[in-house]
T-cell receptor
Framework: GAGVSQSPSNKVTEKGKDVELRCDPI?????LYWYRQSLGQGLEFLIY????????KSGLPSDRFSAERTGGSVSTLTIQRTQQEDSAVYLC?????????????FGEGSRLTVL | RKEVEQDPGPFNVPEGATVAFNCTYS??????FFWYRQDCRKEPKLLMS???SGNEDGRFTAQLNRASQYISLLIRDSKLSDSATYLC????????????FGQGTTLQVKP
């Protein structure tokens, strides 16, 4: 596809379970970002990838959160031992330019609900 | 000081009105600034980049004031379809490439 693809679009899980969220960026985009957005709130930065490395992971809320990117393409955000406060929409964006200089193209997000 | 701050609003204006939003930022070394638009329950989309000299795109004008560290967005002749949340985006203070979103300003244009 031409745009950023995220899966699953919706995920309901029980407290304490692990979840994996996937992001397929636009082909050739070197930069990839993860944000999360709680209901009625702004976007909270989680992590930034340039290629396969993460120059900035300062936004990850705790050590239960981790992310990786392979082949300069697909990225996976993993949340271990989910808590109710993890409930949010997780948005992935990619950009052709690194360093925050270019337009971000967002996926439609993965809505996570932790019961 | 927060890295980026916006007045959340909401701004309620009649059709045809002119409305302006400001966004302050803390990273004086920032070079790239953007305005994004987010419709309800949708992903954000780029509205316009903000250039040092200011730039205009139809009814929209973006300006940068480096001395006071804020960017602005002016919307002229508001349309009902302009109703959305407007997010300013600035580089993080660590200059690692991360981009920080403001919490957004909600605009509601009424007939």
């Amino acid at each position: 596809g031409a745009g950023v693809s995220q899966s699953p679009s919706n995920k309901v899980t029980e407290k304490g379970k692990d979840v994996e969220l996937r992001c397929d960026p636009i082909s050739g985009h070197t930069a990839l970002y993860w944000y999360r957005q709680s209901l009625g709130q702004g976007l909270e930065f989680l992590i930034y990838f340039q290629g396969n490395s993460a120059p900035d992971k300062s936004g990850l809320p705790s050590d239960r959160f981790s992310a990786e990117r392979t082949g300069g393409s697909v990225s996976t955000l993993t949340i271990q031992r989910t808590q109710q406060e993890d409930s949010a929409v997780y948005l992935c964006a990619s950009s052709e330019l690194a360093g925050g200089a270019g337009e971000l193209f967002f996926g439609e997000g993965s809505r996570l609900t932790v019961l | 000081r927060k890295e980026v701050e916006q007045d959340p609003g909401p701004f309620n204006v009649p059709e045809g009105a002119t409305v302006a939003f400001n966004c302050t930022y803390s990273n004086s070394a920032s070079q790239s600034f953007f305005w994004y638009r987010q419709d309800c329950r949708k992903e954000p989309k780029l509205l316009m980049s903000v250039y040092s000299s200011g730039n205009e795109d139809g009814r929209f004008t973006a300006q940068l004031n480096r001395a006071s560290q804020y960017i602005s967005l002016l919307i002229r002749d508001s349309k009902l379809s302009d109703s959305a949340t407007y997010l300013c985006v600035v580089p993080g203070s660590s200059n690692t490439g991360k981009l920080i979103f403001g919490q957004g300003t909600t605009l509601q244009v009424k007939p």
